[in-house]
């Protein structure tokens, strides 16, 4: 039976604790409908990197160890083995833009319905999920490659400014004597704007937060969906990157720490055989990729009520939906 949600203003306080009790009554649908398509893609990578990985570090390891002598003709990078090399970095980021571009939006989107229709009183399966429509898969891909776009910018603007900044040092050295100074100026401007960068990257991640939302629960398109979450989210700003902060730390501790500490122990304990740092890695990855299967789900029920809080708070939502309710009874 259908009921009527408690749509009203929360608190931070209030809102994880309504997550953990979204997430904890309904924890097998949210988990399944990530694991249908993330075991999947752990799987595949797994697999990537304990045999193309493997046969890639093998060669470039014995390369190190043993470089060839050079005769006269023949180059040292006739030798080097680049082609298995690339052909592990290329299908690594071609399984990166599948999981960000793909995966990772049809993951979002089926877990933000699900828990959008659990929080207003409704029942949903894993499968139907994922039935929010074609037109709404492609907004949230395009949606995606906005901020992906900035990132890219964001990165590109420091490696420029870090290539820039290291040939001024060198020209500064190579001319006076006061290069201890000059290698202190450069390195507190580049620790300076590594803080700018990373506050810009932070910013444009808090306005562009519930875009998900917005595209699936709202049918919004791409610019639309972007523009959604930028004007739900302001005037809301300082408190938004609070609980992006929360649950940064709490997601960490979910996926990272304890891969984290399993690596360490792999590594003390299985010394440094080729075999073995393979081996540990793809393990190491396996647990990050089971401990996003955990912590995502209990991240979208955090955003996706922040997403309903700020729509009570500017556009009296509460209210919307008991009228709704009322003409339909």
Do not use: H
């Amino acid at each position: 039976m259908n009921t009527t949600p408690q749509l009203r203003p929360m608190t931070i306080g209030d809102m994880f604790d309504a997550a953990f009790r979204l997430y904890r009554a309904n924890v097998l649908t949210f988990v399944g409908i990530v694991a249908l398509l993330q075991v999947p893609m752990a799987i595949i990578q797994f697999l990537v990197q304990v045999t193309i990985g493997n046969t890639a570090l093998t060669a470039l390891l014995r390369f190190s160890a043993r470089p060839p002598t050079l005769v006269p003709g023949r180059s040292i990078f006739d030798s080097l083995p680049l082609g298995q090399i690339l052909t592990f970095y290329a299908i690594t980021l071609g399984l990166a833009a599948i999981q960000y571009l793909v995966v990772q939006n049809l993951l979002t989107g089926a877990l933000a319905n699900a828990i959008a229709q659990t929080y207003l009183g409704r029942s949903i399966t894993i499968l139907s999920a994922y039935g929010f429509g074609a037109r709404r898969y492609a907004a949230l891909i395009l949606a995606s490659l906005l901020p992906f776009t900035v990132g890219v910018v964001l990165f590109a603007l420091f490696i420029g400014c870090a290539v820039g900044g290291l040939a001024a040092l060198g020209s500064s050295i190579g001319r006076s004597r006061t290069g201890g100074v000059a290698v202190l100026l450069v390195g507190l401007l580049m620790i300076g704007l590594l803080v700018l960068l990373g506050l810009a990257a932070l910013f444009f991640l808090v306005r562009f937060l519930l875009t998900t939302q917005a595209i699936v629960l709202e049918g919004q398109g791409p610019l639309a969906g972007l523009r959604r979450s930028w004007r739900l989210v302001g005037g809301a700003f300082w408190r938004t990157v609070g609980i992006v902060v929360l649950m940064g730390i709490l997601t960490y501790v979910i996926s990272a720490v304890p891969a984290t500490i399993v690596s360490f122990a792999l590594t003390i304990g299985s010394g440094g055989a080729i075999n073995n740092v393979v081996r540990n890695q793809a393990i190491t990855t396996l647990l990050a990729q089971i401990g996003l299967i955990i912590g995502l789900p209990l991240q979208l029920c955090v955003y996706t009520l922040l997403y309903y809080d700020l729509r009570v708070r500017k556009e009296g939502y509460d209210l919307e939906l008991l009228a709704q309710q009322a003409a339909l009874s």
